[in-house]
T-cell receptor, first 115, second 113 residues
């Protein structure tokens, strides 16, 4: 089937505006991860969803960042009151329940530019 | 907390030459180890992974990696590089089968004729 998809592919916004980034995981995958890739920081974990468990939010950089996963499938990452340092590529990954190797499949990412 | 070090920010090799990209990790036990490749404008693609067993693992595109516990290393190798291998390579670790990945800063590979 299809891989992980993300939308939009590019987003340009003005400082102070809110943005929503969407991730459609591979069908049937129960685990979903958000990462951020920026020039200065490399690839950083943001948040992790596993089934119906409470998400692991330990990587969120501030309370302006939040994410939800509806129906155990699609996830939305929301950044409120965007700042220029939020400019980065936001990557989503999903993993199947039966995968003991923690193989995560990544989407193409959303490039966010905050002016 | 675990960490990953990729000492080489940028490597340039000639087409047909051999390649070795270095990766060292810091963790008290043997983590799950991965190498991903990211071509320009593309997402991350898994090249290979190590969990246990044979310490030499084969991956896609002719890549292999060797886990050396004594050196806490998981270096990526390819005997003969092709121009299409030019990309960014990331080493990553996870402490279990479902925890988030911790990535190195990446090594950018350039291939010259």
């Amino acid at each position: 089937g299809a891989g992980v998809s993300q939308s939009p592919s590019n987003k340009v916004t003005e400082k102070g505006k809110d943005v929503e980034l969407r991730c459609d995981p591979i069908s049937g995958h129960t685990a979903l991860y958000w990462y951020r890739q920026s020039l200065g920081q490399g690839l950083e974990f943001l948040i992790y969803f596993q089934g119906n468990s409470a998400p692991d939010k330990s990587g969120l950089p501030s309370d302006r960042f939040s994410a939800e996963r509806t129906g155990g499938s699609v996830s939305t990452l929301t950044i409120q009151r965007t700042q220029q340092e939020d400019s980065a590529v936001y990557l989503c990954a999903s993993r199947g329940l039966g995968d003991s190797y923690n193989e995560q499949f990544f989407g193409p990412g959303t490039r966010l530019t905050v002016l | 907390a675990q960490s990953v070090t990729q000492p080489d920010i940028h490597i340039t090799v000639s087409e047909g030459a051999s390649l070795e990209l270095r990766c060292n990790y810091s963790y008290g036990a043997t983590p799950y180890l991965f190498w991903y490749v990211q071509s320009p404008g593309q997402g991350l693609q898994l090249l290979l992974k190590y969990f246990s067993g044979d310490t030499l693992v084969q991956g896609i595109k002719g890549f292999e990696a060797e886990f050396k516990r004594s050196q806490s290393s998981f270096n990526l190798r390819k005997p003969s590089v092709h121009w299409s291998d030019a990309a960014e390579y990331f080493c990553a670790v996870a402490i279990s089968g479902n925890t988030p990945l911790v990535f190195g800063k990446g090594t950018r590979l350039s291939v010259i004729a």
